[in-house]
């Protein structure tokens, strides 16, 4: 490896800690806020939006073009979760469950999206 190379790959490591050092304080103070505010029904939402949005930054330093989609994917389902709680049109434990099985679905849509491309399954 060339010295231009390492030095990027260095650059590369950083950010990707980085990305994951703020994701965890932004969950965090959510979690803080959430509970000050008691909006206990909005953890869960509020998590998979945090997640959703660190794989936007990922997506460009890993160079997985799907971890656009799927960060979309887990905003789009953690929204939707806030809307189900606000209009209280579901319990929460259901809203949760879509919420959780949602991100998940994007998850291992995304995993074996990935597999096929590098291993031509």
């Known amino acids: 490896m060339s010295y231009t190379g390492n030095i990027f790959e260095k650059k590369r490591g950083l950010l990707f800690a980085l990305i994951f050092i703020f994701e965890g304080?932004?969950?965090?103070?959510?979690?803080?806020?959430?509970l000050k505010i008691q909006r206990e029904d909005w953890l869960i939402p509020s998590f998979a939006l945090i997640a959703g949005l660190?794989?936007?930054?990922?997506a460009r330093i890993t160079r997985h073009n799907s971890y656009y989609i799927l960060g979309m994917w887990i905003c789009a389902?953690?929204?939707?979760?806030?809307?189900?709680?606000?209009?209280?049109?579901?319990?929460?434990?259901?809203?949760?469950?879509f919420v959780a099985y949602g991100c998940a679905a994007g998850a291992v849509a995304d995993g074996f999206g990935?597999?096929?491309?590098?291993?031509?399954v």
């Open 54 to 58: 660190h794989f936007l930054p990922l």
């Open 114 to 120: 990935i597999m096929v491309r590098k291993k031509g």
């Open 25 to 34: 304080i932004a969950i965090m103070a959510t979690w803080m806020i959430l």
């Open 77 to 97: 389902v953690a929204v939707t979760g806030y809307l189900l709680t606000n209009r209280s049109m579901i319990t929460i434990e259901r809203i949760n469950t």
